[in-house]
């Protein structure tokens, strides 16, 4: 009889630990699912498909820093920065491009460049002086935002940079009015940021070390892992997606506001967390943050239909949904714990 009851605890503890790492992104479908019906079913229009096209060109920018903070979080860390490196590296590609007189395309070297460098020093630091990332990172949101206001404290027009007319060039998938829809091609380099991390996660070595080292950074030490070279790797990749974030902000707009981006590091947070990343890293999903990020736009979109209400409704649910996602989070943990005991 104790011969059963051993062989089949570890076949519970494996079912459960399935369920549980699948449950948080399967309850983000669903609302993802919900709040489209919801919409289809009380506003004219809103089954159209341009609709859902919109949610990939308005929340391009925010979906690009929220894989690269899948990254951050999966390895345990968190990077408050991303909000502020976007809003410099969109006035970076101004100044460089209208006041130096740079040509564009090097222009976005030279920021994505940058980005990448931030991410490998601020990773370094973190990891070599083992400086908390909330402290660390901090550090970056406040540098930038300042820097950002020093190269200018009003609006800088792109305009007339021809290049910056790239972005919002599209492609038609049918006719709009017989219920096609078009893409820009900012929107595209968006998907194909989640493509390919979601490719580095599941399919590389790097990808298999992010979601070692935050599930015990000890045991990925035991396992001989390269955990200095992860731990400075997810920061080099969030300070890339938040620099490319910024040239896509550029490309939308065709200007660079200063103050542009504020709290985008906690939009970016909570898609991740709301997509069903763990905030303690090593279990998450880089699907789950697209759809976080389009449960976000969504919101945004309902509200807009709506037409009498404020914006902020839209970060009163997202804060309301990000409580409840942390609490079932906490609740499969201990359910594990439990189990494990």
């Not at 096209?53 to 925010?62: E, G, M, S, Y």
């Not at 070390?209 to 015990?216: K, L, M, Q, R, T």
């Not at 504020?262 to 970016?268: I, K, P, R, T, Y």
Request: aromatic fraction near 10%.
């Amino acid at each position: 009889m104790s011969t059963v009851q051993l062989t089949e605890r570890p076949a519970r503890s494996t079912l459960f630990d399935g369920l549980s790492r699948y449950l948080p992104i399967s309850v983000t479908v669903a609302l993802l699912v919900a709040l489209y019906l919801g919409g289809v079913a009380n506003y004219p229009n809103f089954g159209n498909s341009q609709v859902v096209a919109k949610l990939f060109i308005d929340n391009a920018p925010l979906l690009v820093i929220a894989v690269g903070m899948t990254f951050v979080i999966l390895s345990g860390g968190i990077d408050l920065s991303v909000g502020s490196v976007m809003a410099f590296s969109t006035m970076a590609c101004a100044w460089l491009t209208v006041d130096a007189g740079i040509a564009a395309p090097v222009a976005l070297v030279l920021v994505l460049a940058f980005g990448t460098g931030w991410g490998l020093f601020i990773g370094a630091v973190i990891h070599r002086f083992e400086v908390q990332p909330f402290i660390a990172t901090l550090v970056g949101l406040f540098l930038f935002r300042g820097l950002t206001l020093q190269i200018s404290d009003t609006d800088v027009s792109m305009r007339e940079i021809g290049f910056f007319q790239w972005g919002m060039t599209h492609v038609d998938f049918g006719n709009v009015r017989e219920g096609g829809f078009w893409l820009p091609y900012l929107s595209f380099v968006a998907i194909a940021v989640v493509i390919i991390a979601f490719a580095v996660l599941h399919y590389t070595r790097f990808g298999r070390s992010v979601y070692a080292v935050g599930g015990s950074e000890s045991s990925a030490l035991l396992m001989g892992l390269a955990v200095a070279r992860t731990k400075i790797g997810v920061y080099a990749v969030s300070g890339f997606c938040a620099a490319l974030a910024g040239v896509l902000a550029a490309f939308a707009t065709k200007s660079a506001n200063p103050l542009a981006n504020v709290g985008a590091e906690l939009d970016a947070i909570a898609a991740v967390v709301i997509g069903g990343t763990l905030l303690t890293g090593g279990a998450g999903f880089v699907l789950g943050t697209l759809a976080g990020v389009l449960v976000w736009g969504l919101l945004n979109t309902l509200i807009a239909f709506q037409g009498n209400l404020s914006s902020w409704w839209a970060r009163i649910a997202m804060g309301v949904l990000l409580l409840a996602f942390i609490l079932l989070q906490r609740v499969l943990a201990r359910s594990g714990e439990k189990r494990r005991a």
